[in-house]
């Protein structure tokens, strides 16, 4: 069997599986498996480009794609009414003030001879800096909290078009890469993956508890949309009418029109991704990434810079995580940071590469689609074997009881289990790399 | 001023709670270090294998609290301990037939170990959730206070109380008799002294007849132990909850290479540097410089440097400050 008819039918019998959702369950559900699949895809073309192509260790997915969303929130929200006059511009003083303070510390330790007055005048700046910083930052946060809370208490957005926030995701995504990558690249393999581990914990606390960036664990619901609403679809009789035509009711046909816009979205942005990490894996750098990838001592000897090309390869990577993040805040019209958990968005991603095959584009973008089904079907099906194997016991039985509630928790231990048979049995994937 | 006042408050929100908690950390941040010291990998599996540890031994406490046996003042718990013990004997060993051992003999590279340690650590937090649930859960049974903060007003006379709980007391102790056991053995035993040529060099040791599954065996007994110990002690001391212990990952690891990865001496420094930075800088200060400030001159503020939100920050930005300027860590650990 050739390859091309080999990997054109594993697409097959994902596409297939996807409408067997829409035939059984609903078109709806279909559609947004679709559209998450893409989304999932993109995130792990980001993880593929760290893993496959460099071999990084990157397990801070979550965070990066936190800031997709926080972007999202920035760029698209309007601006919150009174905010800004209230405090903001005393927050971005503070924050300026900060970055200030990091500077000077950064150029006194450049500049200094090494020795305790260095130390200590390094330690003085940070210290001294992060007092003003606290004195500016801390009365002007409780003012932007205090303007409305229960609808606002935030800067709010610069109420541009959401579709922005797509690039401007990848743009935060790569800064907070360039700040864990300029630390932890070049030392040991594992240091990397624990600093990731790091960062993507405290940008979600950061999420979290910083009211006034993104309204914490109160959540920012209604992000505008890039596409339209299904409420003025509904009102609009050229719509209805059309949709009469093709024998489905409005309320149905607006729902699935506004999905099947977020799906082209989506699918234009994967393609130009796709075709970009194509071509790179195919130019002499790709070439070059593999090369220290495989041999890291004799790609130096050959004149490489090894730890500048991991860094390059590690924010470019992470950007794709954040534009990722930032269109599924956009699907979701909200940003809930109490919902990003390490199984999800970061262990979930590194499943879906390594079945669909690291190092081979197309294989994370089955991966992506082939592991979010899975992802969707893992709990009803957890239920529904929970259910075959208590159905001997009687009602109301504890064991009953307690395995029907775990089955929840199912997901955990299969997508561990997956990752750790497919890491065992088939270390290429299901689309290995050439 | 008042500074016997200032120096009892102090000692109950920061050097109390920050031993205790720093001697947590150092049992785990040593499994951590001995497994990367031995197997040469970060093992992410650890925080759940203390969640699944500390799970047998809710479970067992809470037979022999329902059969009413215990001891006393003490938990529960701790006559259980040597059980779960057991029980996460079999689990480690377990799992590294099933897993691990394929990689050792094919010698993969570190990196492929950690995924597959991450793909374990989700497997073990399934079988946690699965078995207990993902909710909070009591097991602490006993006398609360070793000293409580009203009998210390009483007996001293002092306006601070200082609050002393059993679960601290208890935390410091075992730690301690741990901590010796473990250097006893590996200074004193001939499979300890194995272990560290083993450590040191590899290719070495195989030389001179240590059979490296052997090694590997009494690494992951002792692992184990060290796991289920601190996964008990912080649960009685905080609470059970099963996805505490996978954020507990960032600071053990953190007091590792803090440390020194592969140093257990640095483990144990680590574990304490880690955790005396968390407490201070999330503490408010007021009621201490209150004491210590002249008559007037009382801070307004809460003096809290962050707010408890982000302990982890903490760990992380130490962690960053090591990996920059020393990253061999405080004892020369090995870093590449």
């Known amino acids: ?434 | 001023m008042d500074l016997l006042n200032a120096f009892v408050a102090l000692a109950n929100y920061v050097l109390v709670p920050g031993i205790a908690y720093g001697s947590q950390l150092a049992l785990g941040a040593l499994g951590v270090t001995l497994v990367y010291g031995i197997l040469r990998f970060s093992n992410f599996a650890h925080g759940d294998t203390m969640a699944l540890g500390a799970m047998s031994a809710v479970l067992i406490t809470w037979g022999f609290q329902s059969l009413g046996l215990s001891l006393g003042v003490l938990p529960t718990a701790l006559l259980a301990l040597p059980f779960a013990i057991i029980i996460t004997i079999g689990l480690l060993l377990g799992t590294d037939k099933l897993v691990y051992s394929f990689y050792r003999e094919k010698k993969a590279k570190p990196v492929i170990f950690v995924i597959v340690s991450l793909g374990v650590t989700f497997v073990y937090n399934g079988i946690t959730r699965f078995i207990i649930g993902a909710e909070d859960q009591r097991f602490l049974d006993g006398e609360r206070f070793i000293i409580s903060a009203r009998d210390f007003k009483e007996m001293t006379g002092l306006e601070e109380g200082l609050a002393i709980k059993t679960t601290q007391g208890l935390t410091v102790v075992t730690a301690v008799i741990v901590v010796a056991a473990l250097f006893w053995f590996l200074n004193k035993t001939r499979s300890g002294k194995s272990m560290r040529a083993y450590s040191d060099n590899e290719d070495l040791a195989l030389l001179s007849g240590i059979n490296p599954e052997r090694v590997v065996m009494i690494t992951w007994i002792i692992v184990a132990c060290l796991a289920t110990t601190a996964g008990v002690l912080y649960g009685l001391d905080k609470s059970f909850k099963p996805f505490t212990y996978f954020q507990l990952l960032l600071p053990i690891f953190a007091a590792a290479i803090v440390g020194g990865l592969g140093s257990p001496i640095g483990a144990i420094a680590g574990g304490f540097v880690i955790a005396f930075s968390e407490v201070t800088i999330t503490y408010a200060w007021k009621k201490v410089f209150g004491y210590l400030a002249p008559e007037g001159l009382a801070p307004d503020g809460l003096v809290q440097l962050l707010s408890t939100d982000y302990k982890f920050a903490v760990s992380f930005v130490i962690l960053l400050i090591v990996l920059l300027f020393k990253p061999t860590g405080l004892f020369k650990g090995q870093s590449v």
Request: charged share 10%.
């Open chain 1, 1 to 434: 069997m050739n390859e091309t008819v080999k990997n054109t039918g594993l697409f097959a019998i994902v596409a297939v599986l996807i409408v067997l959702t829409g035939v059984t369950q609903s078109w709806n559900a279909a559609l947004l498996i679709i559209a998450m699949g893409l989304i999932s895809s993109i995130m792990a073309l980001g993880v593929n480009l760290q893993w496959g192509f460099a071999g990084l260790f990157n397990v801070g997915i979550m965070g990066f794609v936190a800031l997709g969303g926080l972007a999202a929130v920035l760029i698209g929200m309007p601006p919150s009414e009174g905010a800004w006059s209230a405090g903001g511009w005393g927050i971005v003083a503070a924050l300026l003030m900060g970055a200030a303070t990091i500077l000077l510390a950064v150029q006194v330790m450049k500049r200094m001879a090494k020795g305790w007055l260095r130390t200590l005048l390094v330690l003085a700046v940070l210290v001294g800096g992060f007092f003003i910083f606290r004195a500016l930052l801390d009365p002007s946060v409780s003012a932007v909290e205090a303007v409305s809370p229960a609808t606002t208490g935030y800067l709010g957005g610069l109420g541009l078009p959401v579709i922005f926030a797509w690039p401007v995701g990848g743009l935060f995504a790569a800064g907070a890469a360039w700040l864990i990558g300029k630390t932890a690249l070049g030392l040991r393999s594992d240091y990397l993956a624990i600093a990731t581990l790091g960062i993507a914990e405290i940008i979600i606390a950061v999420l979290k508890n910083e009211d006034w960036l993104s309204r914490g664990v109160k959540n920012v619901i209604g992000i505008p949309r890039p596409v339209s609403y299904e409420i003025d679809l509904q009102n609009d009789a050229g719509f209805v009418a059309q949709a009469a035509g093709f024998g489905f009711n409005p309320v149905e046909a607006s729902t699935l029109w506004v999905k099947f816009l977020y799906v082209c979205l989506f699918a234009v942005v994967l393609l130009v991704l796709m075709w970009l990490s194509q071509r790179a894996l195919n130019s002499p750098w790709g070439r070059m990434l593999r090369a220290i990838r495989d041999n890291e001592v004799a790609a130096e000897a050959m004149g490489k810079d090894v730890t500048a090309r991991h860094l390059q390869v590690f924010i470019l990577g992470s950007a794709i995580c954040g534009i990722a993040g930032a269109m599924m805040t956009t699907l979701d019209g909200q940003l809930t940071p109490g919902s990003y958990q390490p199984l999800r968005f970061t262990f979930l991603i590194w499943v879906m590469v390594i079945v669909g095959g690291s190092g081979n584009n197309l294989g994370a973008v089955l991966g992506g689609f082939l592991m979010w089904y899975l992802w969707v079907m893992v709990e009803p099906m957890g239920l529904w074997l929970m259910q075959m194997v208590t159905a001997g016991m009687s009602d109301g039985y504890w064991l009953k009881d307690h395995l029907i509630d775990s089955a929840a928790h199912m997901r955990l231990m299969t997508m561990g289990a997956v990752l750790l048979l497919v890491l065992r049995f088939s270390p290429r994937g299901l689309i290995p790399e050439k």
